[in-house]
């Protein structure tokens, strides 16, 4: 039995996902959480085999929320399941150790097919998104400034361009309001941009920015 790690901030997705895991043999949900911040607490109370992690909720996020995990529960695996598919998202998630990268236009058989892989020891990539991964990296020329952010610029970005204040990021990532300034601002010279507003724009221009809540 695969025991299943539901993180996700929207009832409806949660339900969701049980509902279609629950029709497949060998499969079972054991906890649903709501944050990063309850995901972390119950892997180290009852360490599940697979986590499914949306990016995207309130708090530290998935992507903080996963490279915790990686780093007190690593017998957990983690997928990342999320609407952000156009790199550097994937390969950021797939560097900093989640087991698998999903996203949510994913069918039923495609969870449980990256489940039961992550589960053997394997890694999971939409054949799509690891075509497109590949052939990023013969580019000559590096077309998407977000790329050279790193894995704390790339996660404060998210959650600017979400709406997020400097105070509220300062006490969900547990850092001053300092240290989220100087990253901010060394993301806006990289991007070339002065200002939130402007960033973003860029984002949604690159791809990196969901309009719409999945």
Known sequence: MINILLVDDHHIVRAGIRNILSTFKGIKVVGECETGEEAIKFCREHEPDVVLMDMDMPGIGGFEATKKIIRFVPSVQVIILTGHTEDPFPTKVMQMGAAGFLTKE??????????????????????????????????????N??????????????????????PDISTRLDLSTKTINSYRYRMFEKLGVSND?????????HGMLKTEKI
């Open 106 to 143: 994913a069918g039923p058989d495609e969870m449980v097919n990256a489940i039961r892989a992550v589960n053997s020891g394997q890694r999971y990539l939409p054949p799509e998104i690891a075509q497109k991964m590949a052939l990023n990296q013969f580019k000559t020329v590096d077309d």
């Open 145 to 166: 400034p977000f790329n050279g952010l790193s894995d704390r610029e790339l996660q404060i970005m998210v959650m600017i361009t979400r709406g997020d204040k400097v």
């Open 197 to 205: 507003v402007e960033l973003t724009h860029l984002a949604i221009r």
